[in-house]
């Protein structure tokens, strides 16, 4: 029977694009306008406290709901024989706009370093990678408006988790519950022999372990003429 490995990951990007989470406070801050607004009109009729009260009461509500969200876990991290799956599992009729799939010969290699809620791992996409990169600012700003106006009934476009960074192309996906050692354990079981995994001692160490661009084998040559001229 094959293996696979499901973990828990960590933040609104397994289901939400990235910059949802900021929509939060818009909404609120319209909600508390009209507050301000209404409080204005009737301060004749009722006590400027009872609209203070409910403003603090929005900014708390605000408050919770961004905190609920950035730490919400559903399973968006699989592992088998075949590579890695990111995203959660959905009835949709068109799942490959909610899920990636990452065979092995398109990882380069994985790296991951111990965070307070389990570990950050950073999987680098080999050259042959087929790379899905993230919408460009106008489209993904018209999602964002989209979902503004219409939180229930306008798409969601694709979750943040499934679009990769680039330069050098990553994901970076915040897995919960499980350490470095663990994580890196199960993967042996699924990965190839040639795959390099490394546990990093600091999360700043992800900035330093890109490799140097090496000068082609027809440019030494070129390069050592001139040093000994």
């Known amino acids: 029977m094959e293996e ?24 609120f801050a319209i909600l508390g306008a009209a507050v301000v607004f209404t409080s204005y009109r009737l301060a004749n009729e009722m006590p400027i406290w009872f609209g203070g009260t ?15 969200l950035a730490t919400v876990r559903r399973h968006g991290f699989r592992a088998d024989e075949r590579g890695i799956w990111l995203g959660v599992l959905t009835d949709r009729k068109r799942p490959q706009l909610r899920q990636v799939h990452l065979a092995w010969p398109e990882i380069a290699q994985l790296q991951m370093v111990a965070r307070r809620y389990g570990l950050l791992l950073e999987i680098r996409l080999s050259p042959a990678a087929r790379i899905v990169y993230r919408l460009g600012v106008g489209r993904q700003t ?22 990769p960074f680039s330069d050098p192309p990553r994901y970076l996906i915040k897995i919960c519950e499980i350490t470095p050692a663990q994580l890196q354990a199960a993967l042996a079981t699924v990965t190839p022999d040639a ?6 001692p600091k999360k700043g160490a992800l900035r330093f372990t890109i490799p140097p661009a090496q000068p082609s084998a027809a440019r030494r040559p070129a390069a050592a003429a001139r040093l000994i001229r």
């Open 4 to 27: 696979t490995i499901t973990c828990l990951v960590r933040g609104p990007g397994s289901r939400y694009p990235r910059g949802f989470l900021w929509l939060i406070p818009v909404w």
């Open 54 to 68: 409910e403003l603090a009461a929005l900014l708390i509500g605000a408050i919770t709901l961004m905190c609920v």
């Open 142 to 163: 018209l999602i964002l408006v989209g979902a503004l106006l219409l939180p229930f009934g306008f798409g969601r476009g694709r979750p943040g988790l499934t679009s």
């Open 195 to 200: 795959l390099p995994v490394r546990q990093l």
